[in-house]
């Protein structure tokens, strides 16, 4: 029988606490304890961590990696003209489905298995994902054939593409300007047709921003729709993900290739939402459809891209659609509510919570939430000016209002919903431009802060409002100012995702062509 010194030494899972870590944890929660009630606490803990032990010990579900791959390389600069590629890689699914044939650039905020995974940030630099994520099986599944990594903002945050670690993605159509943020880099290779299709990210309009300014069909998708599952998320109740692509009937392939639940991996999806054929149901006939030209997406708006817009939109009554204008008055209301839930909710789970934040059943990346968290303590000087403000800003918010504007914009998020639910009742959809001008210059290196931050987030007047709402919202290329893209965006009623497809795909029959700059 075994006895206390036969037992082997082993590191503990977790070091036990000094009476000197105690103390400092007391003293940052304000308690105040005699000495002897350390001493006791610190014996009690001593046993508690037990179960931390067990729970090293056990083995960590993880989904399957169903597919073989090579780690793949970080492309030469003259190979990657628009930095445009984090990683590039070549992995080939089954050999039949919905996406065979097509070559797909995947955002690099997505875990793919065994390939480098930096989120545009300096802050996890050899950070290699331990699974794929729930959409990289489904398209490896569908026949799709991933051939990259695309670069994305710094941890997504900025609606411009000029924080990305490595180096500013430049528009398509003009090196000076923006392609729009965060999927900078997914739009751009979905533009200069070097993929096919792209995943995107969209927690304030991050699919739809670079989609409009690159002139591609952009979908975040109604909320849970596509599973979350392995991408790093910025703030659990706006997190959405979803295809780009060149045409809306790719955008709608990719669509239902990827979405649908996932066994509850996720909780942002209910169990029984519906995903019918997308693809089989684009027809371009919108009779008996209704469609609201909201206006108040037109405040402010640039004179020839609200021109545009309203053409377009008008020109669906070709396609059988009845086209009118209607007034939501509480669209203007959005933007504050998100900022709250946004700024807020980022940094109590992307910084404070080290990516996953806590609180939620589901899959969590517990390496990537490691390195996350160190990277926070060793690099946190390297993150961008947005995410510095952001930290900044919230820190003095959490200490002096203990997040009482996030829980009352989240309290508001029902009664800014319940507006676009009472206009859609008798509108199938709502148009209004993606963005309300022209693509903006990419900062240049003696801007200041101030006008740094303006080109980082003056673009969110229109999309952010359905990150929180969680409608569905296409944009589409209509046309063309100052010889650059401009969007429309077309909004739907949660989970009638096809019906927004299908009004942009009348779209595509109507317009007769591209108006993409030549």
Request: charged share 20%; aromatic share 8%.
């Amino acid at each position: 029988m075994a006895t206390n010194n036969d037992i082997l030494y082993r590191a503990p899972s977790v070091k036990p606490p000094t009476l000197s870590d105690l103390k400092d944890a007391a003293e940052r929660t304000g308690l105040v304890l005699e000495e002897h009630e350390f001493e006791e606490y610190q014996k009690v803990m001593h046993s508690a961590l037990k179960s931390y032990d067990v729970i090293y010990d056990l083995p960590e579900p993880v989904p399957p990696t169903k597919y073989p791959r090579l780690p793949g390389y970080q492309p030469h600069p003259e190979d990657n003209v628009g930095r445009a590629w984090y990683w590039r890689c070549d992995i080939k699914g089954a050999k039949d489905g919905l996406l065979a044939g097509k070559c797909l650039a995947i955002k690099d905020n997505v875990h793919v298995a065994g390939v480098p995974m930096i989120n545009g940030s300096k802050l996890i630099e050899g950070f290699i994902p331990p699974f794929d994520a729930t959409i990289v099986t489904r398209i490896l599944d569908q026949g799709g054939h991933i051939i990259g990594k695309a670069s994305c903002e710094d941890l997504c945050f900025c609606g411009n593409s000029f924080t990305c670690s490595s180096g500013p993605v430049p528009n398509p159509f003009c090196t000076s300007k923006t392609t729009g943020g965060s999927s900078s880099g997914s739009a751009y290779l979905v533009a200069k047709k070097e993929v096919d299709m792209a995943i995107g990210g969209d927690q304030g309009g991050s699919i739809r921003l670079p989609s409009c300014w690159s002139g591609t069909v952009g979908l975040k998708p109604t909320f849970g729709l596509v599973p979350y599952t392995g991408i790093m998320p910025i703030e659990l109740t706006i997190d959405h993900t979803g295809p780009i692509a060149s045409c809306v009937t790719d955008c709608a392939i990719l669509l239902e290739a990827i979405a649908g639940y996932d066994g509850g991996l996720d909780p942002r999806q209910p169990y029984n939402m519906p995903v019918p054929k997308y693809s089989q149901l684009l027809t371009g006939d919108l009779a008996g459809k209704k469609i609201g030209i909201l206006e108040e997406g037109f405040i402010d708006c640039d004179p020839e891209v609200e021109l545009l817009v309203k053409g377009a939109a008008r020109k669906l009554s070709e396609r059988g659609a009845t086209v009118d204008m209607v007034s939501i008055p509480e669209h203007m209301k959005g933007k504050a509510i998100w900022d709250a839930i946004a700024l807020e909710g980022t940094y109590n789970q992307m910084i404070k919570g080290a990516g996953d934040g806590m609180n939620w059943s589901g899959q969590y990346s517990t390496a990537l939430r490691d390195k996350v968290a160190r990277g926070l303590k060793t690099n946190i000087n390297d993150i961008s000016i947005t995410l510095k403000y952001t930290i900044l800003l919230c820190e003095y918010l959490a200490v002096n209002y203990n997040g009482r504007f996030y829980s009352k914009g989240q309290n508001l998020v029902r009664w800014l919903r319940a507006a676009y639910d009472k206009a859609l009742e008798k509108y199938d959809v709502l148009i209004m431009p993606t963005i309300k001008f022209p693509a903006v210059n990419i900062p240049k290196e003696n801007d200041n802060i101030e006008e740094i931050l303006d080109k980082g987030f003056c673009m969110l007047a229109n999309t952010v409002q359905f990150n929180i709402t969680h409608h569905p919202a296409l944009s589409i290329n209509v046309g063309v100012s100052q010889n650059l893209p401009v969007g429309m965006q077309i909004v739907g009623r949660c989970y009638d995702d096809v019906t927004v497809l299908n009004a942009a795909y009348a779209w595509e029959l109507v317009s007769d062509g591209q108006f993409n700059p030549k």
